[in-house]
């Protein structure tokens, strides 16, 4: 079987804020109507940092659960139970079950008699 050179061509989206390659720290997707209010077109790209910026200058708040389009993409936002009036937050479920592991293990262990080595 003999090797093949190939070429891959692909394209570095940039932050157009800060001109950052965007999937370094993407940004959630918020809704048309909130994406129209901080002054993007649709083929805008922004990164997370730059996302707050713009919230905070035209907007003047933060980003809220409500400006957050429903779909997979924005999981790691997502919070369960979460109200549309509450700030974004970054939720990782898999970081929250693991801290409560280790927060069990934590107690668990402080049960347990101390001995001296």
């Known amino acids: 079987m003999t090797k093949h050179n190939v070429k891959v061509r692909r394209t570095i989206t940039r932050c157009v804020d800060c001109g950052k390659p965007w999937s370094r720290d993407v940004g959630p997707i918020v809704t048309d109507k909130v994406w129209k209010e901080i002054q993007c077109l649709p083929e805008d790209h922004l990164c997370e940092p730059c996302m707050h910026d713009r919230f905070d200058f035209f907007l003047e708040r ?20 979460a109200r549309d009036n509450e700030p974004i937050t970054f939720f990782d479920p898999y970081v929250e079950r693991w801290m409560n592991n280790e927060s069990k293990k934590f107690l668990a262990s402080k049960e347990r008699k101390l001995t001296k080595h």
């Open 62 to 81: 933060p980003i809220l659960f409500g400006d957050l389009l429903k779909c997979p993409f924005n999981f790691g936002w997502a919070r369960p139970f």
